[in-house]
């Protein structure tokens, strides 16, 4: 393997082993108590199996497909269903977690994630399909339950709402980072070393999964968002959208999430193709490695901006989602300014080390994006609906995930990524907006909107 590899990864460990070693008295300037500190390593516990029993499949999903004797068509169709399932179901999951129970939900994750990996033992395209369905709706839970029950938890227990990004960054430090690259060598050795197969990774993900949920069962508390009897779940819908509608700040969040998801998802899709565009000899495994290191180093430094009071959440991600935008940039800007490579096979090209760089960066600001985002979240997004309104925002992420895969062949790759790179320059100008309004009181709180919908439709009262 090429030096340049080597040295970009060295680099990178390096810079975050300084911002986590030689960061703590920063970091730590917060002072905490040992009763948030025993909770704060449970969850972050409970997150990284969670995130093991979803990173452990992710590079074998495809490969799983192929070696069934399925084309491109149908495993394309297959990936749609996933995404699919989400935008669907996410929105009714999530609500049912507002109002069921969150601790239930993430319970009802790690139930049919499992159920999901046991299907992947079957060949018939039909079983497969239905694991798809499910690993669907258990990435919605995913994504919204676990926040929604931390974030509820957290005040709860009277914690100060400060130390609630401390719980956001090391958990996407350990969970998205630092899991996702032992995960990838585990796998790695599971499939290749013992010769286990390709299923034998989602096998190991079921049992990361089941003691997650054994955890869970035995440490968590139930809370809830809106839990009266009288809301049917179209109530709970009508009630998310309108809090999304007559919140500015709400409305804003949710579609910067999409935007920079949306691009962050269809990257995962492009960056193979970018970097071996004549088959050059890449090796995957040990460039995933090197994005997740990039992105724990994002996390790091999200950790240390978080912990200061300037500058504030809102301005700072003004700039990340402009240098995430130049970033991705990269592939196009190389297309016209580097003579194009017409040797088959080889080592990665002069163009491809220059977007490799670009893409560790986008990586960096992904580390970034997950806590800051989690922040924002915890601030204006009304406790009653959390969930629901979190799975409200990836209805437009997952139908953009849907439509991108479905034209994944119908545009070059240089559009794909200028129309990633546009979105994401639109994020930092919503931002923007969203840190101009930020300190603005909202116009309508959720209780008053409740009672005024209640007075307006007495059908509905309890």
Excluded at 45 to 60: E, F, H
Excluded at 280 to 295: K, N, R, V, Y
């Amino acid at each position: 393997m090429e030096l340049f590899y080597y040295v970009l990864f060295g680099a990178m460990a390096a810079v975050v082993a300084v911002l986590e070693l030689g960061g703590k008295s920063n970091k730590d300037r917060i002072t905490t108590s040992q009763a948030f500190n025993s909770f704060k390593n449970n969850y972050i516990l409970v997150y990284s199996l969670m995130m093991a029993g979803d990173w452990l499949q992710g590079p074998y999903v495809y490969y799983l497909y192929s070696t069934y004797g399925f084309g491109k068509g149908d495993i394309g169709q297959l990936f749609i269903a996933g995404f699919g399932s989400s935008m669907l179901f996410g929105t009714i999951v999530g609500s049912l977690a507002d109002k069921q129970g969150r601790k239930r939900a993430c319970v009802t994750y790690c139930i049919t994630y499992i159920l999901s990996c046991i299907t992947k033992h079957s060949p018939q395209y039909k079983i497969l399909m239905v694991g798809r369905i499910l690993g669907g709706i258990a990435t919605s839970l995913l994504f919204s339950s676990f926040e929604s029950w931390l974030v509820a938890e957290h005040f709860k227990r009277g914690f100060e709402s400060q130390w609630l990004s401390l719980t956001f960054s090391k958990a996407i430090f350990v969970g998205n980072g630092l899991v996702a690259i032992i995960a990838g060598l585990f796998g790695n050795f599971l499939v290749d070393s013992l010769n286990l197969g390709p299923v034998s990774p989602f096998d190991a993900a079921a049992c990361f999964l089941a003691i997650g949920m054994a955890v869970i069962l035995s440490s968590w508390s139930e809370n809830y968002g809106d839990p009266s009897e009288s809301k049917d779940l179209l109530t709970q819908f009508k009630g998310a959208a309108v809090a999304i509608a007559s919140d500015e700040k709400i409305a804003l969040l949710g579609a910067i999430q999409s935007l920079f998801e949306g691009s962050m998802y269809t990257f995962v899709f492009l960056w193979t193709p970018a970097l071996s565009p004549n088959d050059e000899d890449i090796p995957h495994g040990f460039i995933f490695a090197t994005f997740m290191l990039a992105s724990m180093l994002g996390s790091s430094f999200a950790a240390r901006l978080m912990a200061k009071n300037s500058p504030k959440v809102e301005s700072y991600m003004q700039i990340v989602f402009v240098v995430s935008s130049a970033s991705l940039m990269l592939p196009i800007l190389t297309t016209f300014l580097v003579p194009p490579s017409n040797v088959k096979g080889g080592g990665i090209s002069f163009a491809g080390s220059i977007q490799l760089l670009g893409f560790c960066t986008f990586e960096s600001c992904v580390g970034i994006f997950w806590p800051s985002i989690m922040k924002m979240r915890s601030q204006y997004i009304p406790e009653e609906a959390r969930s629901t309104i979190m799975n409200f925002f990836r209805i437009p992420l997952n139908l953009f995930v849907c439509i991108v895969l479905y034209n994944v062949n119908a545009f070059p790759i240089t559009v794909m990524f200028g129309m990633c790179s546009i979105f994401l320059f639109v994020a930092s100008i919503l931002q923007r907006r969203l840190a101009a309004i930020a300190d603005k009181p909202k116009a309508e709180d959720w209780t008053a909107m409740k009672e005024r919908d209640t007075e307006a439709d007495p059908l509905n009262a309890p």
